[in-house]
């Protein structure tokens, strides 16, 4: 059997020191210095295989993380794994503690079609695998061609429509080998929840952002603004996943969703959740009271849907565990959890046809904080994310 882990970590700005990312936000060389030791220290504790990060500024930035990491690592090993030479040779639990350098690993970077100059700047999204990539990366983030998404009008009339010509974020597809398998791994970081506010022409800023005259309906409207293009993002992600999916792909869906795994975002990115039994229900061309789904047809439309359902890792795990909450995120004194590991029907415990099962999901939340607390200065310099990471073994093809 063909062991590996996969983790998502939202890095919270990652750039290189003295460079304004957003308006007046940027790292001094000793904060700097700070934040790469940190987010080194985290990616040494993961270890993952595959790891999928988000908020990427500078891949350059990122690639001196990992060489701290590895350089730690390296260093780490020496005191820990055994050899002729230690007292503790023959206990194989040290062996578990060691560490493989990324040195062999391959990289994929997504960077932001959006990004600006200093203080405009827009973050990518990027993919580390230790066992590389079957083919070249691809980034989904300007459209071919608008989507545009019509609605009706409750009395039947136009109800006119929402187009979208390109992602907020960049998507990143890889397909990675694993053992005899090929899995599609997708990461993304949907739309913030940071409102889009409407600012009249000539105008210096959104007249709702003036937190001194407070606008309550004008910065909802700018949530409801967000949450739709998030939703719309959603759906592109997940036409995406079924291209995999029908091609008969094992599928794997990180990254930062900025939403509950209860949120309509997630529930459009993993696909409906199956009702037990269609033959209680009408038919959707039912010519009278009584016309219902037959129990034939109960069992394709629930296999159907099954097969291209995604599942989340956290469920999963909580199922399986005593735990029954995870965090992965702190803004404004809510704890809620927003970064997700999916998967498709090959990993799923109730599948019987499945090639690889998840047999822990760990959770790295512990140094969340935010605004509402003392230590928050140092988030700047951490992350206001907690990683999270699901510990896979492939069955024998």
């Keep these: 059997m063909t062991e590996f882990s996969i983790a998502s970590f939202n890095v919270k700005n990652l750039i290189g020191a003295e460079?304004?990312?957003?308006?007046?936000?940027?790292?001094?060389?000793?904060?700097?210095?700070?934040?790469?030791?940190?987010?080194?220290?985290?990616?040494?504790?993961?270890?993952?295989?595959?790891?999928?990060?988000?908020?990427?500024?500078?891949?350059?930035?990122?690639?001196?993380?990992?060489?701290?990491?590895?350089?730690?690592?390296?260093?780490?090993?020496?005191?820990?794994?055994?050899?002729p030479s230690k007292r503790y040779a023959r206990k194989a639990i040290f062996r578990k503690?060691?560490?493989?350098?990324?040195?062999?690993?391959?990289?994929?970077?997504?960077?932001?079609?959006?990004?600006?100059?200093?203080?405009?700047?827009?973050?990518?999204?990027?993919?580390?695998?230790?066992f590389g990539f079957a083919d070249a990366p691809q980034i989904l983030q300007e459209l071919p061609e608008p989507i545009e998404i019509p609605f009706s009008d409750?009395?039947?009339?136009?109800?006119?429509?929402?187009?979208?010509?390109?992602?907020?974020?960049?998507?990143?597809?890889?397909?990675i080998p694993?053992?005899?398998?090929?899995?599609s791994v997708f990461n993304c970081h949907l739309k913030s929840k940071l409102g889009e506010l409407d600012k009249p022409a000539g105008a210096a800023f959104p007249p709702a952002a003036d937190l001194v005259n407070y606008d309550p309906a004008g910065r909802a409207l700018g949530s409801l603004r967000a949450g739709l293009r998030r939703m719309a993002e959603a759906w592109i992600l997940r036409r995406a996943i079924l291209n995999e999916l029908t091609q008969g792909r094992p599928v794997m869906v990180l990254g930062d969703f900025n939403d509950s795994e209860h949120a309509v975002s997630s529930e459009i990115i993993t696909g409906e959740t199956p009702f037990k039994n269609y033959a209680w229900m009408r038919r959707h061309d039912a010519e009278?009271?009584?016309?219902?789904?037959?129990?034939?047809?109960?069992?394709?439309?629930?296999?159907?849907?099954?097969?291209?359902?995604?599942?989340?890792?956290?469920?999963?795990?909580?199922?399986?565990?005593?735990?029954?909450?995870?965090?992965?995120?702190?803004?404004?004194?809510?704890?809620?959890?927003?970064?997700?590991?999916?998967?498709?029907?090959?990993?799923?415990?109730?599948?019987?046809?499945?090639?690889?099962?998840?047999?822990?999901?760990?959770?790295f939340n512990d140094h969340l904080t935010d605004g509402s607390h003392p230590e928050a200065p140092y988030n700047k310099l951490a992350s206001d994310h907690g990683q999270i990471m699901a510990h896979m073994r492939l069955r024998d093809g």
């Excluded at 959006?114 to 827009?122: A, L, Q, Y």
């Excluded at 034939?296 to 735990?323: C, G, P, T």
Aim: proline share 3%.
């Design 19 to 83: 460079q304004e990312y957003y308006r007046y936000e940027k790292y001094t060389v000793e904060e700097h210095a700070w934040k790469q030791a940190w987010l080194a220290d985290q990616l040494l504790s993961l270890s993952a295989d595959i790891v999928c990060f988000q908020e990427i500024f500078d891949e350059a930035a990122l690639q001196a993380v990992i060489a701290e990491a590895d350089a730690a690592g390296i260093e780490a090993n020496e005191a820990s794994v055994p050899d």
């Design 97 to 130: 503690l060691a560490y493989k350098p990324y040195a062999q690993a391959e990289l994929a970077f997504a960077p932001n079609v959006n990004d600006g100059g200093p203080g405009e700047r827009r973050p990518g999204v990027a993919i580390l695998s230790r």
């Design 154 to 175: 409750l009395g039947g009339g136009d109800g006119g429509s929402y187009k979208i010509s390109r992602l907020s974020r960049p998507i990143l597809k890889v397909r």
């Design 178 to 183: 694993v053992g005899d398998q090929v899995v």
């Design 288 to 363: 009278h009271q009584g016309d219902r789904y037959k129990d034939h047809e109960n069992d394709a439309i629930q296999e159907q849907i099954n097969a291209v359902r995604l599942h989340s890792a956290e469920k999963i795990f909580v199922r399986k565990s005593a735990r029954d909450m995870v965090y992965t995120s702190a803004f404004g004194g809510v704890f809620e959890s927003i970064d997700q590991i999916l998967m498709s029907r090959h990993f799923a415990p109730n599948f019987d046809q499945r090639i690889g099962d998840m047999e822990y999901f760990s959770v």
